[in-house]
Protein backbone atom coordinates (compact mmCIF):
# COMPACT_ATOMS: atom_id res chain seq x y z
CA UNK A 1 0.00 0.00 0.00
CA UNK A 2 1.02 3.60 -0.56
CA UNK A 3 1.33 5.77 2.39
CA UNK A 4 -0.20 9.06 1.25
CA UNK A 5 -0.83 12.89 3.17
CA UNK A 6 -4.70 12.32 4.08
CA UNK A 7 -4.36 8.88 5.90
CA UNK A 8 -4.76 8.49 9.37
CA UNK A 9 -2.22 8.45 11.91
CA UNK A 10 -2.17 5.41 13.99
CA UNK A 11 -1.80 5.59 17.80
CA UNK A 12 -1.57 2.41 20.32
CA UNK A 13 -1.30 2.19 24.28
CA UNK A 14 -2.53 -0.49 26.54
CA UNK A 15 -5.46 1.50 27.53
CA UNK A 16 -5.97 5.14 28.25
CA UNK A 17 -2.48 6.34 29.28
CA UNK A 18 -1.98 6.87 25.60
CA UNK A 19 -4.81 9.36 25.19
CA UNK A 20 -2.43 12.22 26.88
CA UNK A 21 -0.28 12.04 23.94
CA UNK A 22 -3.14 11.81 21.15
CA UNK A 23 -4.38 15.10 23.27
CA UNK A 24 -1.32 16.96 22.64
CA UNK A 25 -0.93 15.64 18.51
CA UNK A 26 -4.50 16.92 18.09
CA UNK A 27 -3.07 20.46 19.55
CA UNK A 28 -0.12 20.47 17.65
CA UNK A 29 -1.87 19.09 14.25
CA UNK A 30 -5.61 19.95 14.36
CA UNK A 31 -5.57 18.87 10.57
CA UNK A 32 -4.70 15.08 11.39
CA UNK A 33 -6.96 12.02 11.15
CA UNK A 34 -6.31 9.82 14.14
CA UNK A 35 -6.78 6.17 14.96
CA UNK A 36 -6.33 5.40 18.38
CA UNK A 37 -6.24 1.78 19.54
CA UNK A 38 -6.60 0.84 24.10
CA UNK A 39 -5.83 -2.31 24.59
CA UNK A 40 -8.04 -2.28 27.43
CA UNK A 41 -8.32 -6.16 28.03
CA UNK A 42 -4.91 -6.59 28.38
CA UNK A 43 -3.72 -3.65 30.25
CA UNK A 44 -1.66 -3.01 32.30
CA UNK A 45 1.19 -3.96 30.13
CA UNK A 46 4.10 -2.93 33.11
CA UNK A 47 4.16 -5.40 35.08
CA UNK A 48 4.17 -7.92 32.20
CA UNK A 49 7.19 -9.73 30.71
CA UNK A 50 9.04 -8.02 27.64
CA UNK A 51 8.11 -11.33 25.36
CA UNK A 52 4.16 -10.74 26.16
CA UNK A 53 4.61 -6.93 25.48
CA UNK A 54 6.12 -7.28 22.48
CA UNK A 55 3.69 -10.03 21.30
CA UNK A 56 0.88 -7.33 22.33
CA UNK A 57 2.46 -4.47 20.54
CA UNK A 58 2.99 -6.44 17.57
CA UNK A 59 -0.50 -7.62 17.39
CA UNK A 60 -1.90 -3.94 18.01
CA UNK A 61 0.49 -2.89 15.49
CA UNK A 62 -1.26 -5.27 12.93
CA UNK A 63 -4.66 -4.21 13.56
CA UNK A 64 -4.03 -0.71 12.80
CA UNK A 65 -1.64 -0.80 10.07
CA UNK A 66 -4.95 -2.95 8.29
CA UNK A 67 -6.62 0.11 8.56
CA UNK A 68 -3.86 2.14 6.81
CA UNK A 69 -2.56 4.84 8.65
CA UNK A 70 0.94 6.73 7.54
CA UNK A 71 2.43 6.72 10.57
CA UNK A 72 2.47 4.57 13.49
CA UNK A 73 2.99 6.13 17.22
CA UNK A 74 3.36 3.75 19.83
CA UNK A 75 2.15 6.07 22.67
CA UNK A 76 3.11 3.37 25.36
CA UNK A 77 6.40 3.73 27.36
CA UNK A 78 6.48 0.24 27.90
CA UNK A 79 5.78 -1.22 24.29
CA UNK A 80 8.22 1.76 23.13
CA UNK A 81 10.84 0.40 25.61
CA UNK A 82 10.54 -3.19 24.62
CA UNK A 83 8.78 -3.53 21.26
CA UNK A 84 9.95 -0.64 19.27
CA UNK A 85 12.71 -3.09 17.29
CA UNK A 86 10.63 -5.67 16.67
CA UNK A 87 7.25 -3.52 15.17
CA UNK A 88 9.98 -1.67 13.26
CA UNK A 89 11.32 -5.18 11.86
CA UNK A 90 8.12 -6.60 10.84
CA UNK A 91 6.55 -3.71 9.48
CA UNK A 92 7.50 -1.38 6.79
CA UNK A 93 5.24 1.84 8.44
CA UNK A 94 7.14 5.26 9.79
CA UNK A 95 7.37 4.40 13.60
CA UNK A 96 7.68 6.75 16.30
CA UNK A 97 7.74 5.36 20.33
CA UNK A 98 8.00 8.21 23.26
CA UNK A 99 11.29 6.78 24.81
CA UNK A 100 13.50 9.37 22.56
CA UNK A 101 11.95 11.94 22.69
CA UNK A 102 11.57 12.30 26.48
CA UNK A 103 15.10 11.59 26.85
CA UNK A 104 15.95 14.41 24.18
CA UNK A 105 13.97 16.92 25.68
CA UNK A 106 15.15 15.79 29.46
CA UNK A 107 18.78 15.98 28.34
CA UNK A 108 18.43 19.13 26.54
CA UNK A 109 16.97 20.57 29.71
CA UNK A 110 19.01 19.37 32.57
CA UNK A 111 21.93 22.13 33.73
CA UNK A 112 23.64 19.72 36.57
CA UNK A 113 23.65 16.31 34.51
CA UNK A 114 21.06 14.43 36.77
CA UNK A 115 18.35 12.91 35.38
CA UNK A 116 15.63 10.50 37.26
CA UNK A 117 13.06 8.66 34.98
CA UNK A 118 9.75 7.37 36.44
CA UNK A 119 7.56 4.80 34.70
CA UNK A 120 6.51 0.82 34.80
CA UNK A 121 8.55 -1.89 36.63
CA UNK A 122 8.82 -3.14 32.85
CA UNK A 123 10.53 0.45 31.29
CA UNK A 124 12.73 1.01 34.43
CA UNK A 125 14.09 -2.69 33.91
CA UNK A 126 14.79 -2.12 29.93
CA UNK A 127 17.00 0.89 31.01
CA UNK A 128 15.65 1.94 27.68
CA UNK A 129 15.43 5.72 29.25
CA UNK A 130 19.31 5.96 30.76
CA UNK A 131 20.56 4.05 27.22
CA UNK A 132 18.73 6.53 25.20
CA UNK A 133 19.90 9.45 27.53
CA UNK A 134 23.45 8.49 27.24
CA UNK A 135 23.59 7.96 23.82
CA UNK A 136 22.78 11.90 23.80
CA UNK A 137 25.25 12.67 26.38
CA UNK A 138 27.06 9.99 28.24
CA UNK A 139 28.01 12.26 31.33
CA UNK A 140 24.41 12.58 32.70
CA UNK A 141 23.80 10.61 35.67
CA UNK A 142 20.33 9.06 35.33
CA UNK A 143 18.25 7.41 38.08
CA UNK A 144 15.20 5.04 37.17
CA UNK A 145 12.33 4.39 39.79
CA UNK A 146 9.54 2.12 38.99
CA UNK A 147 6.06 3.44 40.64
CA UNK A 148 3.70 0.65 39.65
CA UNK A 149 1.27 2.14 41.96
CA UNK A 150 0.71 4.99 40.05
CA UNK A 151 -1.22 3.76 36.97
CA UNK A 152 -4.12 1.80 39.56
CA UNK A 153 -4.26 5.72 41.26
CA UNK A 154 -4.92 7.37 38.44
CA UNK A 155 -7.43 4.76 36.54
CA UNK A 156 -8.92 5.28 39.97
CA UNK A 157 -9.54 8.95 39.54
CA UNK A 158 -7.32 9.73 42.71
CA UNK A 159 -5.55 12.73 40.75
CA UNK A 160 -4.78 15.21 43.43
CA UNK A 161 -5.38 13.00 46.23
CA UNK A 162 -3.47 12.80 49.41
CA UNK A 163 -2.71 9.06 49.05
CA UNK A 164 -1.40 9.99 45.70
CA UNK A 165 0.87 12.54 47.52
CA UNK A 166 2.00 9.75 50.40
CA UNK A 167 3.01 7.24 47.41
CA UNK A 168 4.96 9.53 45.97
CA UNK A 169 6.36 10.89 48.69
CA UNK A 170 7.65 7.13 49.20
CA UNK A 171 8.68 6.64 45.69
CA UNK A 172 10.62 9.93 45.06
CA UNK A 173 12.48 10.13 48.60
CA UNK A 174 15.98 11.12 48.40
CA UNK A 175 15.64 11.86 44.44
CA UNK A 176 18.44 14.63 44.44
CA UNK A 177 17.81 15.63 40.42
CA UNK A 178 17.37 18.71 38.60
CA UNK A 179 15.06 17.07 35.79
CA UNK A 180 12.51 14.48 36.16
CA UNK A 181 11.41 12.66 33.03
CA UNK A 182 7.56 11.22 33.73
CA UNK A 183 8.16 7.89 31.41
CA UNK A 184 4.74 6.81 31.81
CA UNK A 185 1.87 7.88 29.77
CA UNK A 186 -0.56 7.88 32.81
CA UNK A 187 1.61 10.38 34.68
CA UNK A 188 1.29 13.40 33.14
CA UNK A 189 -2.30 13.15 35.40
CA UNK A 190 -0.67 13.63 38.55
CA UNK A 191 2.04 16.09 37.50
CA UNK A 192 0.56 18.71 39.98
CA UNK A 193 1.33 16.14 42.93
CA UNK A 194 4.17 14.76 41.48
CA UNK A 195 5.75 18.58 41.07
CA UNK A 196 4.92 19.72 44.58
CA UNK A 197 6.46 16.08 46.15
CA UNK A 198 9.70 16.25 44.05
CA UNK A 199 9.80 20.14 44.22
CA UNK A 200 9.05 23.05 42.17
CA UNK A 201 12.53 23.57 41.18
CA UNK A 202 12.78 20.11 39.20
CA UNK A 203 11.63 20.31 35.57
CA UNK A 204 9.06 17.80 34.30
CA UNK A 205 9.65 16.34 30.97
CA UNK A 206 6.50 15.14 29.64
CA UNK A 207 6.81 12.95 26.64
CA UNK A 208 3.34 13.45 25.35
CA UNK A 209 4.35 17.04 24.05
CA UNK A 210 7.91 16.11 22.64
CA UNK A 211 6.23 12.91 21.00
CA UNK A 212 3.84 15.24 19.47
CA UNK A 213 6.72 17.82 18.35
CA UNK A 214 8.60 14.58 17.31
CA UNK A 215 5.20 13.30 15.17
CA UNK A 216 5.12 16.87 13.66
CA UNK A 217 8.81 16.81 12.11
CA UNK A 218 8.72 13.27 10.97
CA UNK A 219 5.58 14.21 9.03
CA UNK A 220 7.32 17.42 8.05
CA UNK A 221 10.70 15.88 6.63
CA UNK A 222 8.36 12.64 4.65
CA UNK A 223 6.09 15.43 3.42
CA UNK A 224 3.08 13.61 4.79
CA UNK A 225 0.80 16.44 6.69
CA UNK A 226 -2.04 16.32 5.80
CA UNK A 227 -4.32 19.42 3.62
CA UNK A 228 -7.01 18.07 4.74
CA UNK A 229 -9.58 20.95 6.42
CA UNK A 230 -11.44 18.59 8.44
CA UNK A 231 -10.21 15.86 11.02
CA UNK A 232 -11.84 12.96 12.64
CA UNK A 233 -10.51 10.77 15.31
CA UNK A 234 -11.50 7.25 15.72
CA UNK A 235 -11.28 4.58 18.68
CA UNK A 236 -10.54 0.91 19.23
CA UNK A 237 -10.70 -0.73 22.80
CA UNK A 238 -10.53 -4.37 23.10
CA UNK A 239 -12.23 -3.92 26.06
CA UNK A 240 -14.26 -2.33 28.58
CA UNK A 241 -16.01 0.81 26.32
CA UNK A 242 -17.93 2.79 28.46
CA UNK A 243 -15.02 2.65 31.47
CA UNK A 244 -13.04 4.32 28.48
CA UNK A 245 -15.51 6.79 27.64
CA UNK A 246 -16.00 7.68 30.70
CA UNK A 247 -12.27 7.99 32.13
CA UNK A 248 -11.08 8.92 28.84
CA UNK A 249 -13.60 11.61 28.99
CA UNK A 250 -11.50 13.62 31.89
CA UNK A 251 -8.43 12.64 29.89
CA UNK A 252 -8.88 14.71 26.68
CA UNK A 253 -11.97 16.55 28.33
CA UNK A 254 -14.32 16.09 25.78
CA UNK A 255 -16.45 13.29 24.40
CA UNK A 256 -15.10 10.37 23.05
CA UNK A 257 -18.09 9.25 20.68
CA UNK A 258 -16.77 7.15 17.79
CA UNK A 259 -15.77 4.11 19.24
CA UNK A 260 -16.05 0.81 18.69
CA UNK A 261 -15.06 -2.50 20.73
CA UNK A 262 -12.94 -4.90 18.78
CA UNK A 263 -11.43 -8.23 19.83
CA UNK A 264 -7.55 -8.45 18.26
N1 LIG B 1 0.80 2.86 29.08
C1 LIG B 1 1.73 2.33 30.06
C2 LIG B 1 3.05 3.09 29.95
O1 LIG B 1 3.12 4.19 29.41
C3 LIG B 1 1.19 2.37 31.47
C4 LIG B 1 0.05 1.40 31.74
C5 LIG B 1 0.44 -0.05 31.65
O2 LIG B 1 1.17 -0.56 32.52
O3 LIG B 1 0.00 -0.70 30.70
O4 LIG B 1 4.05 2.61 30.41
Not at 238 to 255: A, N, P, Q, V, W
Amino acid sequence: MKITKNLPIGIFDSGLGGLTVLKEIQELLPNENIIYLGDTARVPYGIRTPETIIKYSLSNTNFLIKKDIKLLVVACNTSSATSLESIREEFNIPVIGVIEPGAKMAASVTTNRNIGVIGTDATIKSSAYSKAIHSLNSSIEVTERPCPLFVPLIEEGWLNDPVTEAVAKRYLENMTVDTLVLGCTHYPLIKEVIGRVIGTNVKLVDSALSTALEVKSMLEKLDLLSNNNTNSTKFFVTDGLIRFKDIGRGFLSREIDDIEKIDL
